[in-house]
């Protein structure tokens, strides 16, 4: 299909289709490759770490509201060894994390059962934050992670929602950076695997 629309519009319209799909198929290389240099070199990560990498001129640009989000230390380890990996596989290509872009599946566990979490990077980042602690305050949570108020915002707007309720908010009406936000030891969903969902809402 694509050989066909090359030849009806030429190559520079196929270019970056074409790109987009070698970089789909590399992917796929690089994390072979990853793991085998984890395990030649003797590094456990203690989960699984799934990289992408995307060739930024194939592709539209980038939710990058994350850019200078600060990962919890769960997360660093893995960053910096896959860094390290990929200087060694292509010492001319430079990595560019979005983390805006990452998913995450965390295991909860709850006083009615373990669930897995299906959630984005920032998502995550909040809940492990309350591993440390019984309860944190927005700000301090957007001091921590390094991420825009507005944004966080936004994350936790499925979070903290009666749909899902993974966390409480203290107050629960409206929105203020000094309310509290703590785990839901008694949320107990029908399922034990839930994807959290992100929707931009107007509030929280």
């Not at 030649?40 to 995307?54: A, E, N, P």
Request: glycine share 4%; with cysteine; net charge positive.
């Amino acid at each position: 299909m694509i050989g066909k629309f090359k030849l009806a519009c030429g190559a520079q319209a196929t270019a970056k289709l074409e790109g987009m799909i070698t970089d789909m198929r590399t992917a796929i290389s690089h994390q072979r490759k990853f793991a085998s240099w984890l395990e030649k070199s003797k590094r456990d990560l203690g989960y699984d770490f799934v990289v992408q990498v995307l060739t930024s001129s194939f592709w539209p640009a980038f939710d990058d509201s994350a850019k200078e989000m600060k990962v919890p230390s769960a997360f660093s380890g893995a960053i910096k060894a896959f860094g390290k990996f990929w200087e060694l596989e292509q010492q001319k290509r430079n990595l560019k994390w979005i983390h805006s872009l990452g998913t995450v599946t965390l295991r909860g566990s709850f006083d009615a059962k373990p669930v897995q979490i299906q959630c984005s990077t920032i998502q995550a980042s909040v809940m492990l934050l309350l591993n440390r602690t019984e309860s944190i305050t927005i700000a301090d949570a957007i001091e921590l992670i390094k991420v825009a108020p507005d944004e966080l915002k936004r994350q936790l707007k499925p979070l903290c929602s009666k749909k899902f309720g993974v966390l409480r908010k203290d107050p629960q009406k409206g929105y203020n950076v000094a309310h509290q936000l703590s785990m839901n030891r008694a949320w107990n969903p029908p399922r034990t695997r839930v994807r959290i969902p992100l929707v931009v809402q107007k509030d929280l």
